[in-house]
């Protein structure tokens, strides 16, 4: 096990000793708790608060309109989606301010995103002339203005126009073509996730965010938006910043624990699963598998993790394998062993990848469900 | 790459040189190639057939009320699924005999397949005394008889009891057991997903099942049933075995070609996806990330695959990386490379796990799009 790990489970003992238990729940299922969801969006919105940052969270992490509606409630000037589904899912559930953080590179997506563009205020991404061009054309032709801003690559080599004269020029193209509106740069410095030492991991933030910023600046555009889970707070102390757009953060998960960039006690999302076999004091089969958890071990890098999630409350239990629909439990001989019928609670490794397996999640508090959260986006890839 | 994945990209290169376009349908979605599909059940069944054993699919393989039906055309005797839920979203298709192969442990769910018993033919295994128990006394008060099988592991170390004595008892207290019916015993020798070696494999999995049917047989039990695709046509040469349950047979996969249990040829589900990013002439980037794709990259120890899935007709072309809702390409130089809008069909590493995601999928045939698929039973995991 790394540090991280050790430390993850030894915290799992100490605070959370009872796994929660909902007997009238068939499982596996996906668990939201109220108060932990509170905090972690209240946290983001205080800090951006204090800076007079604008937050628009990316609900790729929830795809949910009520968890939407909350962050909106909470301050959050607009919603961030990956894909255009996503985004038409949401503005259904009246979600109104959509930033489709993605780029749409068919005639036929992107009249979709105008359609759209009619019920709701919708904006997207540009990241090259020929995809520039196609999104004016089809504007223009719709005699509608779309709000765009230009995304750059910080360094996770993903999608992105590089600093420096591609940037420059890209800018310049769109603030020529009719029927966009440029209204900055946006960039997701997905990279922090690759790097597992901390305070490397902020001096490489820090440097890239604000190189970010100055090219903003320089080419004086209004907004300047960046957001990654891991390092949402740092990320607010790079001057110049307008918008964070986290996603991950109103769950957080074992991938975030893993990176100290969470505790355990701010996972809001668990999956409750049931022992369904016990071979020996060693292990024992749940009910959970991958397509519940997500085989999800871990996306750009990082390599922190062992295994499929944390189990709450119960170090002694790990989750080393998933079949489809069985989860491989390793028992330590010391500990208290588990018996078939068993409820335990797990953090998955990666709790965005986990929920949109999920039709619904339930939002719960101390003992009780106090409301069934439809996952309205899921399944929402096009 | 190992030798499989070198085979396996030859023979993409000279079997199928152009990747299917579906320029009408957004992407990512599921593909599945009706002649292809029709190929693999029949094949299975002509198999079957000329031995005098049922096939009785898993139906977690495809989730689909259409597939599942297809499937009892070609001669299947009933459908075997993974849990309850698949079982009550078949049954609501009119799916009428349904096999549930996973450990019932709690008195709710044994009452939700009780009142699934009343209206198709359902039933299931046991694999413990208490699980018997509950089982046999729920089917009294209700009043009804439950057929079960014994369920015997036989190398893969999930759930079962071990042949001898273990097996014996349980035989004998179910035989007891009001409420309760034997049918004969069942396994999963998913042990051979583990086995990189043909002709080793092929020996492990003779030996298990051999020693599996003369348990069988020494119990005069009328029904002997085992299932796994990669040795499907072997364990049909076992002696005494009355019935196979391959799941992932009907669409093959990655895993399968990696395993050398099939060609890409045989491999009837895909998933059409777009190039949306372009970054210079190695790397780029589509529309289908782990979200869509699935992040498995292999169950019970398979160790023989790297990255996400078999581009088809473009060996020079690597899925090596996922995000949530991005694919990364990696391109050789010395290939034709990729642009923006390219569709591409790609086979997954695990064809179950990744149908699971989708509402549905799209069968077609040639140029065209013959039916659409509802993966009926998809997010049913209790």
Same mark, same amino acid.
């Given at each position: 096990?790394?540090?991280? #790990?050790?430390?993850?489970?030894?915290?799992?003992?100490?605070?959370?000793?009872?796994?929660?238990? /909902?007997?009238?729940?068939?499982?596996?299922?996906? &668990?939201?708790?109220?108060?932990?969801?509170? *905090?972690?969006? !209240?946290?983001?919105?205080?800090?951006?608060?204090?800076?007079?940052?604008?937050?628009?969270?990316?609900?790729?992490?929830?795809? %949910?309109?009520?968890?939407?509606?909350?962050?909106? #409630?909470?301050?959050?000037?607009?919603?961030?989606?990956?894909?255009?589904?996503?985004?038409?899912?949401?503005?259904?559930?009246?979600?109104?301010?959509?930033?489709?953080?993605?780029?749409?590179?068919?005639?036929?997506?992107?009249?979709?995103?105008?359609?759209?563009?009619?019920?709701?205020?919708?904006?997207?991404?540009?990241? %090259?002339?020929?995809?520039?061009?196609?999104?004016?054309?089809?504007?223009?032709?719709?005699?509608?203005?779309?709000?765009?801003?230009?995304?750059?690559?910080? @360094?996770?080599?993903? +999608?992105?126009?590089?600093? !420096?004269?591609?940037?420059?020029?890209?800018?310049?193209?769109?603030?020529?073509?009719?029927?966009?509106?440029?209204? @900055?740069?946006?960039?997701?410095?997905? /990279?922090?996730?690759?790097?597992?030492?901390?305070? &490397?991991?902020?001096?490489?933030?820090? #440097?890239?965010?604000?190189?970010?910023?100055?090219?903003?600046?320089?080419?004086?555009?209004?907004?300047?938006?960046?957001?990654?889970?891991?390092?949402?707070?740092?990320?607010?102390?790079?001057?110049?910043?307008?918008?964070?757009?986290?996603?991950?953060?109103?769950?957080?998960?074992?991938?975030?624990?893993?990176? !100290?960039?969470?505790?355990?006690?701010?996972?809001? /999302?668990?999956?409750?699963?049931?022992?369904?076999?016990?071979?020996?004091? %060693?292990?024992?089969?749940?009910?959970?598998?991958?397509?519940? &958890?997500?085989?999800?071990?871990?996306?750009?890098?990082?390599?922190?993790?062992?295994?499929?999630?944390?189990?709450?409350? *119960?170090?002694? +239990?790990?989750?080393? @394998?998933?079949?489809?629909?069985?989860?491989?439990?390793?028992?330590?001989?010391? @500990?208290?062993?588990?018996?078939?019928?068993?409820?335990?609670?797990?953090?998955?490794?990666?709790?965005?990848?986990?929920?949109?397996?999920?039709?619904?999640?339930?939002?719960?508090?101390?003992?009780?469900?106090?409301?069934?959260?439809?996952?309205?986006?899921?399944?929402?890839?096009?």
């Amino acid at each position: 096990m790394t540090e991280a #790990e050790v430390s993850a489970k030894s915290e799992a003992a100490i605070t959370l000793p009872i796994p929660r238990s /909902f007997p009238e729940l068939d499982t596996p299922l996906a &668990l939201i708790e109220h108060p932990t969801l509170l *905090r972690n969006i !209240g946290r983001v919105a205080q800090a951006a608060r204090t800076r007079g940052l604008a937050v628009r969270p990316h609900a790729k992490a929830h795809k %949910s309109v009520d968890l939407a509606r909350l962050q909106l #409630e909470h301050g959050a000037t607009g919603i961030t989606v990956a894909k255009l589904s996503e985004a038409e899912a949401l503005a259904a559930g009246g979600i109104d301010d959509l930033f489709v953080c993605y780029p749409l590179v068919e005639r036929t997506r992107v009249e979709r995103l105008i359609a759209l563009s009619r019920r709701a205020r919708i904006s997207t991404i540009v990241e %090259s002339e020929p995809q520039a061009r196609l999104l004016a054309e089809a504007a223009t032709a719709a005699g509608v203005e779309l709000d765009v801003t230009i995304d750059v690559d910080t @360094g996770l080599g993903r +999608v992105g126009v590089a600093l !420096g004269p591609p940037l420059e020029a890209l800018v310049h193209l769109v603030e020529r073509l009719d029927g966009l509106r440029l209204r @900055g740069l946006s960039t997701h410095e997905g /990279f922090v996730y690759g790097i597992a030492d901390p305070a &490397l991991r902020r001096a490489r933030l820090t #440097e890239s965010l604000s190189a970010f910023v100055l090219a903003g600046q320089a080419l004086s555009l209004e907004t300047i938006s960046a957001g990654a889970t891991p390092t949402i707070f740092e990320s607010m102390e790079v001057s110049g910043l307008t918008e964070v757009r986290p996603g991950n953060y109103v769950f957080y998960d074992a991938i975030q624990v893993a990176l !100290g960039a969470a505790s355990l006690e701010d996972c809001a /999302f668990s999956v409750l699963a049931t022992v369904v076999s016990v071979r020996s004091g %060693s292990s024992a089969i749940i009910d959970a598998g991958s397509k519940a &958890l997500s085989a999800d071990a871990g996306v750009h890098g990082l390599a922190l993790l062992s295994g499929y999630g944390i189990v709450l409350g *119960r170090p002694d +239990v790990s989750v080393i @394998g998933l079949s489809e629909e069985h989860g491989w439990l390793s028992l330590d001989p010391q @500990g208290d062993g588990v018996q078939v019928g068993d409820q335990l609670r797990i953090i998955p490794n990666h709790a965005c990848a986990t929920v949109a397996n999920f039709d619904r999640a339930y939002l719960w508090e101390g003992e009780s469900v106090i409301q069934e959260i439809p996952i309205s986006a899921r399944g929402a890839f096009s």
